[in-house]
């Protein structure tokens, strides 16, 4: 019968973990593949849905409520596991994920998918924020740049297989399979955490702020639908997204008022002291908002000008996510080993505005090979910052905060992505629609009046000349959205420029800024697995 005891993860030797902590982390990665696989094979699951509950009006719902709910949780998973300990809040966030996911997968309308979809939403805000917390605490921040380059692989293998995997599944097993599969998967994740993870327990004596928690939701909320609906449902001047964006920041401002009063805050402002962590908030922003808005565009620009199929749109954006996935890993490799990571904020930056001002430069005769290569120049860029801004921000703070540390990262990701899809399409639709009324004439214009985007289907069925027009436009459009981003990522240059490079806490002296020892404070630090 295996025993129960102590381990000191920094009598290690270097790259050697005890085994029952790459057991944990190997459920980890399971935990953090169901939150980064779920919204890709559902999106590609959409039109299969549809054909079966109907419900065509209200299909964004279905996205949409899954994305509120991650967001307006995301940063009360984090303060939860800080009061009341990681793992029992964990393991919540994948029961409540895994119920809404059963749920989705028996849902018998489109109402009930949309409220099933916002449970699964509301566990899947504790999935990425629990994983990072807890390599937090097992992990000293030395030795956490490979482990989270791994992290960084993960995210990366999901974006490429999601399509692909949401396609076969739903082609082969019927679309409820699309939510049935995170079961056996969570299942796995879950046994594994319960027997193996083994972290102290924690019982606060404080009581959760809930004015706090209400004020963060209603803003968050706000503001998400805002950068949904704007320039879709409603015009970005309509009343609705006015008065939603009046809230929004009516709420977040009395937010940020009411955490200087509140006992025990659910973002405590103090950690915002710390420049490294209000820097890597800033370029976790700027890494979402540029993230998601070039998975979105590039895959549309392939298809619609460059005439590659829709199928498989995962491997349209492989020279990005494996470029993102080779330098992940390479950066924490390095930063594991020499203490410093100052240079890969600095590189990833120069990289992602390079990189995104030659996607702006793509035209009608760019071919693939070059795509890819400006494509490969941006993940790479991105890959020097994915998993080091959660790193550094995790060694700006003290222990007692590592969750809201790690939730706050997380939610400014989050957020930017939002802001990125938003504006970017903005830009790429009134782009899109000018060119088409220019060069297609009235019956161009009528082509994008409902949307800036054609299917390969109705693509197709157009007259040539139109069909020339419209891929100059979503050439144009291209081109403005991956100008903004560029001009967007010059701030996260400038912030990765004002990074004070502070030693990782870890394993063995690390030299200070003087060339002195200096001991880390997590040297010694003590994580409880159980022996297996």
């Known amino acids: ?51 079966e509950l109907g419900g065509l ?30 793992k029992g809040m964990f393991m919540a966030s994948i029961v409540l994920f895994l119920i809404g996911s059963a749920l989705s997968g028996m849902a018998q309308d489109m109402g009930q998918l949309i409220a099933f979809r916002a449970v699964q939403g509301l566990g899947a805000g504790g999935l990425m924020v629990g994983v990072m917390a807890i390599i937090g605490d097992l992990i000293p921040p030395r030795e956490r740049g490979k482990y989270q380059g791994m992290m960084a692989g993960v995210m990366a293998l999901a974006m490429i297989a999601g399509p692909l995997v949401g396609g076969t599944i739903t082609d082969h097993w019927g679309w409820r399979w699309a939510f049935y599969i995170n079961l056996p998967l969570g299942v796995v994740a879950l046994a ?55 809230i929004g920041v009516a709420a977040l401002v009395g937010f940020v008022f009411w955490q200087t009063k509140a006992a025990e805050p659910v973002v405590p402002l103090h950690i915002f002291r710390s420049r490294n962590f209000t820097l890597m908030s800033v370029i976790g922003f700027i890494v979402g908002f540029v993230m998601f808005g070039a ?17 498989n749109s995962g491997l349209l954006l492989l020279p990005m996510l494996g470029a993102m996935l080779v330098t992940s890993m390479v950066a924490g490799r390095v930063t594991t080993n020499t203490g410093r990571y100052k240079v890969f904020p600095v590189a990833g930056s120069v990289l992602m505005v390079v990189g995104l001002y030659l996607l702006s430069t793509m035209d009608t005769g760019t071919s693939r090979f070059m795509s890819g290569v400006f494509m490969a120049v941006v993940g790479f860029g991105m890959g020097c ?12 703070v003290e222990m007692k905060d590592m969750g809201v540390a790690s939730s706050s990262t997380t939610l400014f990701r989050t957020l930017g992505s939002s802001f990125g899809v938003a504006i970017m399409g903005a830009l ?88 002195g020892a200096a001991a880390g404070d997590g040297a010694g630090a003590k994580a409880v697995v159980e022996a297996v």
Not at 5 to 16: N, R, S
Not at 295 to 311: E, K, M, N, R
Not at 438 to 446: D, N, Q, S, T
Not at 448 to 477: F, I, M, N
């Open 192 to 246: 594994a955490i319960s027997v193996v993870l083994h972290l102290p327990r924690k019982r606060a004596q404080a009581r959760i702020d809930y004015l706090g928690a209400g004020l963060l939701t209603v803003g968050i909320t706000a503001i998400v639908l805002v950068t949904t609906w704007g320039g879709t449902e409603y015009a970005w001047t309509s009343a609705r997204i006015m008065e939603l964006t009046g």
């Open 385 to 396: 910052l994915m998993q080091i801004t959660m790193l550094v921000a995790q060694n700006s």
């Open 1 to 51: 019968m295996a025993d129960t005891k102590t381990v000191d993860t920094e009598a290690e030797p270097a790259g050697k973990q005890p085994r029952s902590v790459r057991v944990v982390l190997l459920a980890l990665m399971i935990t953090m593949m169901l939150a980064m696989l779920d919204n890709m094979i559902v999106g590609t699951a959409m039109p299969t849905i549809v054909g």
């Open 428 to 515: 790429f639709n009134s782009r899109v629609q000018d060119v088409m009324a220019e060069r297609g004439g009235a019956l161009g214009a009528r082509v994008t009046e409902q949307s800036a985007q054609v299917d390969a289907e109705g693509l197709a069925k157009l007259p040539e000349a139109v069909r020339d027009a419209y891929q100059h436009a979503v050439s144009a459009g291209t081109h403005s959205a991956f100008l903004l981003g560029a001009v967007v990522a010059v701030v996260a240059l400038v912030a990765a420029v004002f990074v004070k490079e502070v030693p990782l806490r870890g394993a063995g002296p690390v030299p200070d800024a003087d060339g």
């Open 57 to 86: 009006e209200h299909l964004s719902w279905v996205v949409t409520s899954y994305t509120l709910a991650t967001a307006a949780s995301t940063p009360l998973w984090g303060k939860l596991g800080d009061m009341y300990g990681r």
């Open 295 to 311: 998975t979105l565009f590039l895959p549309l620009y392939q298809q619609s000008v460059q005439g590659a199929s829709a199928t």
